[in-house]
């Protein structure tokens, strides 16, 4: 295995691999600078998930996303966070054709964001992969179970592990995460019983969502875990919060105030006697 690469302050990938039965590792998507410094001190770990293509860019999949996509918003994320193990998703299109595609684009979203590791989804068909960009000093998550970047071939969001040989897949596929060096892998949309097996068959980390509470850790998407989500809210997730009403409630008062002139009053203009000079 390559040295483990300087992480200043931060949680690095080491540090994570090595909460494999322990406390959990508490995980969440970033995708903004703002989002990024309230949640920071909270979690031991940042994602910046390819979702960013559906929640904040709007697209149908998260096979919207694109490299530099990824890459500024990974930007903005390690700017906002100061302790938080960053992790940048791979997008679809940046590793999947070869072992030089996968390398070139892991150095290049590292070196232009300092971020701690990249994921990428896949399991045996992706090790060599893994494998590649491990042995190149990047620490790799890896993301097995429902694949959301495979949805279109997979026929949509189904659920994973509901089979004999699904579940035998699914073990192959963990097993080959782990044999290729990923520091953890995160498994989605799977049955509970068997994400629970997952965990307990492998020696890195599991981070689950629609998985088991017996994973190593747990990921939500931010906007999903703060009530942000306008569409259908996915079973697995909890809103701890419920920003959508907060938000409209505030903007039908703006609203409201803009057209009766209640909005500006007279401490948010500048008078001519008032000595500030700083808005
Ligand atoms: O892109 C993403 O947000 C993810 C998480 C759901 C794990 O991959």
Request: one cysteine or more.
């Amino acid at each position: 295995m390559a040295p483990e690469r300087s992480t200043g302050n931060r949680i690095g990938a080491e540090d994570i691999r090595r909460r494999k039965g322990g406390v959990p590792v508490v995980c969440l998507t970033a995708y903004t600078y703002p989002i990024a410094r309230m949640l920071d001190p909270h979690v031991d770990l940042l994602l910046v998930g390819d979702s960013v293509a559906m929640v904040l860019h709007g697209h149908a999949t998260t096979r919207g996303a694109s490299l530099e996509m990824m890459i500024a918003h990974g930007q903005a994320v390690m700017r906002g966070s100061a302790k938080a193990c960053v992790v940048v998703d791979m997008p679809a299109g940046s590793y999947e054709a070869s072992v030089a595609q996968a390398v070139a684009s892991a150095r290049r979203i590292t070196a232009e964001t300092g971020c701690q590791a990249v994921k990428l989804e896949g399991g045996v068909d992706m090790a060599a992969q893994i494998a590649a960009i491990v042995a190149e000093g990047i620490p790799v998550m890896g993301h097995i179970g429902l694949q959301p970047q495979s949805v279109d071939k997979d026929g949509g969001y189904k659920i994973k592990g509901r089979s004999r040989e699904n579940i035998a897949a699914l073990f192959r596929d963990a097993e080959a995460v782990e044999k290729a060096g990923a520091f953890s892998v995160v498994i989605e949309g799977t049955v509970e019983a068997v994400a629970s097996d997952l965990t307990r068959h492998i020696a890195i980390p599991t981070i689950g969502i629609g998985a088991s509470g017996d994973c190593d850790g747990q990921i939500l998407v931010i906007d999903d875990m703060i009530g942000m989500t306008v569409d259908r809210v996915p079973k697995f997730v909890k809103e701890y919060a419920k920003l959508r009403d907060t938000i409209a409630e505030a903007a039908a008062r703006y609203s409201a105030e803009v057209r009766s002139r209640a909005f500006p009053g007279p401490d948010h203009v500048f008078s001519t006697t008032s000595g500030k000079d700083q808005a």
